[in-house]
Each structure stands twice: as structure tokens, then as C-alpha cells.
RNA sequence: GCCAGGGUAGCUUAGCGGUAGAGCACAGGAUUCAUAUCCCUGCGGUCGUGGGUCCGACUCCCACCCCUGGUACCA
């Protein structure tokens, strides 16, 4: 048995979730549903991002204590994932204090190998946004975008840096090599065009005033915290176990897989390793980048006021509904659209009269014929098949178009067949292939739609089988 | 600005030198085991725009337009 640590990334956690968080969770969900179908150990993690600026401001604008607003953001996310039968091991919080110890031993690994130092940082600061920001970020009149008219102020700190010009070689190899695979390949070449630029130092922390005395401290220094990410990053170690239960964390690190959003790639693919790097510590195997969801063709913002919550869609629609689309109708390697007629359309032709129909008139045969339906065991997931090669690809849409094409050959094996009007053996041979398919279908659909499959499942093991209420009926109004 | 990817039927997309394929939606027909379902047939495309190469281009070359991302110490 092979072990197989997944990741998603971290949400931030200074609003609630929306229905990119939802492709993300679906998305990787699938992934870790999978390996644990083909007899993979798997440790999926999840977790809150709670050390940044934003979550403060946020808490502030809100007018709540920080860790209360905090705490009930995540546990909306925490929530969304359970709703979406999203199958998380581990939800590991950022304001947790094993997460901070964690933290502060990666930092002094990092420190220990030489590759931090102290410098004066010098930079242009929009108290509005609470902001550094450069020159060529801002209007004409040398004001930030956001508050115009505020002049920004010239800020000097001192701030401890790490040293990630030491690894611009190393990075370009590991993955060049796809020692660090980067999937799909566009991906990797952003990387690798990234690094060819030239890599800077970063800074890795800020002032206690300027972090407004929130995040994880700098060892040693009490008097700053920990930039967001050295720490947000490592919450994929500090949540199995890394330095505080080091059987554990041994077990599974490195990470198998890092699902993220294309947004946040770079922090992925070249600062995480970095930090692993000068901490003499295993790196990730594959990072599994995803794009976005518009709606209507118009990206999400708060400012547009499209932002769409994913629970009425699933308390309305069911999870696998949403899971279905999410998975079946948005490409992993682009941009994909959501929209709620859209979804309506997908569950209508896809679910209801697809996969629900046909499931409702083999039940319906099978109870009015009286015969027995042993049950036997299949495995679908064989290596190298299509659906198996889809999987390992992130090709969720491709995989699923395979199964619905399934469906449809089935229900037109069936309209060939005509089982309503035959009797005795025929019609039990024609059954029981329709039964075996239907089962296997069942099987396929597992890492998709959890739910459904099981309930197939079920109405199929026979020996008898009985017609059951509609899986997915049919809607209607808008 | 520069770099990468993309613009194919109403929608989602396959094809990437030899007379445009699919699913959904839509229209008609047939059937009744089934959720007014399923099945069959049909409608629907000057393949972003303008040039060029070629006997022949969605597919190659050039220019331009639009979309997405990257272009670091914002996430």
C-alpha cells in the first residue's frame, strides 16, 4: 500500500467561501477518492489561512474580534466541504499553536542554513491598504488605486529576508526535470520563465505594528511576525505533524500533490521549495494547477456583486449535482463558466434523463421480471484504461464524457433489446448485462459522485431489485 | 510594453494541410421498460479580422483585434 498525501490550498479565510473554492474542493476530492479506491493510503488536508493582513482588516471592517471572525469564516469553508462530501482528513488552522511551533522550526532550519538575514527595507506605503507597494503599481499621481488623493508614505523597516537567490539554479532544474512536475505544461513554462528573469531575495517578515501583532513570531525576535506565506505554506507540514509528531509527519511527507489555483502557482512552485530546500527537508512531487470560474462570463468580484454562494446551489440541487458540474461541464486547464441555468440544464439533461432515467427503467425491468441478481465484484480502475488514464491526467471532463457515453450505449442497447417484451432466459441474459453495466457505471462514478454511486449501489446488489424513488428528478421551474 | 495560452454551430468543445465532428439546446418522427423520459431523423458553422504561401488552410507564415494568465517582496 502506497501512501498519497493531497493537498488543496489554504483559503484564506477573510470572507466566505464561493463556488471557486467549491471546484477546487470537488476537484481534488476526486483525486483523493480515487487513490483510496485503488487501495492508496491517503492523508487529504485542508486548512485556514489565518495569519494574513486581510484576515485582520476584515475583522475590523466587521468590527469583530479577530480570532471569533476567523474561527466562524472557517468554519464555513470547513462546513462547504462537508456539504460536498468532500472527505478531508486533516483541517489544520493557521492560528493553531502547533501550527505556530511548526512554523517558527522551519524558520530556524531556514536560519540555521544561513539563508536568512536582516535588512532595511525601504518602500512606498499606502496606510489605506496597509500596502507596500512599487512605483510602477500605481497611477500617474504616484497614488495607490485604491485610495486616490492619499499620498503613500515612504516607510523604512527592518525585516528579516530569506535568501531565494541562492536557488534560482536548483528550482530551474527540479522542474525542468519535473522533479517538481508542474501540471499542465504551459504552467511549467511560467515557472520556468519566471525563474530565468532572475530571482530576488524576499522579505519573510514584517514589524509587530505593521502586522498589527498578528501571525506567528519570528523566533527569537519578538518584535516581528512571520510573512503570510513562510508560514501559510507550511501548514501543509505543521498539519501532519511536522515538529510535534515526527512519526507521523515522516509517514507522509512530501506531499504527493498540491492542488492549487493558478493564482497562486508561484508561491507554490518556486518559494515552498525554497524554504523545503534550505531546510534540508523533502519537496513536493506534483503541483496540479486549475483555473477559474466566471459567472456569466463575467469574473467574480465583490465589487460587481456576483459572487455565488455554493450551499443553496447544493441544498437545491444536491452535492453530486454541483460535483457533477463543477467536474464535468468546467475544463481543469481553462477558464470555465458557471451560471445556474447552466447547471440546471447539466442536472436536467445529464442526471435526470441521463444517468436517473436509465437507472429507473433497468430497476423498474428487473422488479417486474422476479428474477435473482447475485452480486459480483468488478474493478473499473484498471491501469492504463481510459478513464484511469483521464484520472492520473486531471481530466475530469474527458473522464466523465466516457462514462456518459456509457450511459447513452446503454439505454440504446436497451431500446435494441426491448426487454419489455421478452420472457425467460433472454430476458434474464439481457437483464443481467444491463445490471452488470449498471454496476460497473456505479463503480466508475464513485470518486465523482460519491453519493449517487452508493445509492446505485445499493438499489443493484441484489438478489432483488426493486424500482426506488427518481435519483436526480426532473426540475422544472427556474 | 514584453512573454505564454486561447478565440470553431445559441452553449460546451474535438480536429491542426485534402470537401468541418460531437454533446447540450431547438424542430419533426417513432416507442412505452423509464423522471413529458429513452430511441431515430433533421436544423444549425464564410472555423476572431485582414493579407500571404500552397493544386488545396480551421490547420503553415505575417499583421491586427479580443479574452485569460505571468511579468515577484499583494494574495
Known amino acids: 500500500m502506497n501512501k498519497f498525501y493531497i493537498t488543496t490550498a489554504i483559503p484564506y479565510v477573510n470572507a466566505k467561501p464561493h463556488i471557486g473554492h467549491a471546484l477546487e474542493f470537488v476537484q481534488a476530492d476526486t483525486i483523493a477518492r480515487y487513490n483510496r479506491i485503488i487501495g492508496n493510503d491517503v492523508l487529504f488536508l485542508c486548512g485556514g489561512d489565518e495569519n494574513a493582513i486581510k484576515n485582520v482588516q476584515a475583522a475590523e471592517k466587521a468590527k469583530r474580534p479577530i480570532q471569533e471572525f476567523i474561527d466562524e469564516n472557517t468554519k464555513c469553508f470547513y462546513d462547504l466541504s462537508k456539504k460536498l462530501n468532500v472527505q478531508f482528513t486533516v483541517w489544520q488552522k493557521g492560528s493553531d499553536s502547533k501550527h505556530h511551533l511548526s512554523s517558527q522550526k522551519l524558520w530556524e532550519l531556514c536560519a540555521l542554513a544561513g539563508k536568512i538575514y536582516k535588512k532595511r527595507y525601504k518602500g512606498l506605503y499606502c496606510v489605506g491598504c496597509e500596502l507596500f507597494y512599487e512605483k510602477e503599481e500605481l497611477d500617474q499621481n504616484g497614488e495607490c488605486l485604491e485610495h486616490p488623493g492619499r499620498k503613500l508614505e515612504e516607510v523604512e523597516e527592518e ?30 513554462k511560467e515557472m ?107 469574473k467574480m468580484s465583490k465589487t460587481i456583486g456576483n459572487i455565488v454562494d455554493p450551499i443553496p446551489l447544493i441544498n437545491k440541487y444536491g452535492a453530486d449535482a454541483l460535483r457533477y458540474y463543477l467536474l464535468a461541464k468546467v475544463s481543469p486547464f481553462s477558464d470555465g463558466d458557471f451560471s445556474e441555468e447552466k447547471l440546471k440544464q447539466a442536472y436536467n439533461s445529464d442526471l435526470a434523463n441521463g444517468l436517473g432515467n436509465l437507472v429507473a427503467r433497468v430497476a423498474k425491468l428487473c422488479e417486474n421480471s422476479g428474477f435473482d441478481y447475485p452480486e459480483k465484484e468488478k474493478h473499473v480502475f484498471v491501469k492504463d484504461s481510459p478513464l484511469v488514464e483521464y484520472l492520473e491526467e486531471f481530466r475530469f471532463d474527458e473522464a466523465l464524457k466516457l462514462i456518459w ?74
Open 405 to 478: 457515453y456509457e450511459i447513452s450505449s446503454l439505454d440504446r442497447t436497451i431500446q435494441d433489446k426491448t426487454p419489455w417484451k421478452l420472457a425467460g432466459e433472454d430476458l434474464h441474459e439481457t437483464l443481467l448485462f444491463l445490471v452488470e453495466e449498471l454496476r460497473s457505471i456505479s463503480n466508475e462514478l464513485k470518486p465523482f459522485l460519491p453519493e449517487t454511486a452508493e445509492k446505485i449501489k445499493e438499489q443493484f446488489k441484489g438478489p432483488k431489485i426493486i424500482s426506488q424513488k427518481p435519483l436526480f428528478p426532473r426540475i422544472y421551474t427556474p
Open 192 to 298: 520556468l520563465a519566471f525563474l530565468k528573469r532572475g530571482l530576488r531575495d524576499i522579505s519573510v517578515s514584517r514589524s509587530n505594528t505593521r502586522a498589527k501583532n498578528w501571525g506567528v513570531s519570528v523566533p527569537g525576535d519578538p518584535a516581528q511576525k512571520m510573512y503570510v506565506w513562510f508560514d501559510a505554506l507550511n501548514i501543509y507540514q505543521s498539519g501532519i505533524g511536522f515538529n510535534w509528531d515526527m512519526d507521523k509527519y515522516k509517514k507522509w511527507w512530501p506531499a504527493n500533490l498540491h492542488v492549487v489555483g493558478k493564482g497562486i502557482l508561484r508561491f507554490h512552485a518556486i518559494y515552498w521549495p525554497a524554504f523545503l530546500l534550505a531546510a534540508e527537508l523533502e519537496l513536493p512531487k506534483k503541483i496540479f494547477v486549475h483555473d477559474y470560474l466566471t459567472v456569466n462570463g463575467q
Open 159 to 188: 525585516n528579516y529576508f530569506f535568501k531565494l537567490s541562492d536557488y534560482q539554479k536548483q528550482l530551474n532544474e527540479l522542474i525542468e526535470t519535473d522533479t517538481i512536475a508542474i501540471l499542465p505544461a504551459n504552467r511549467k
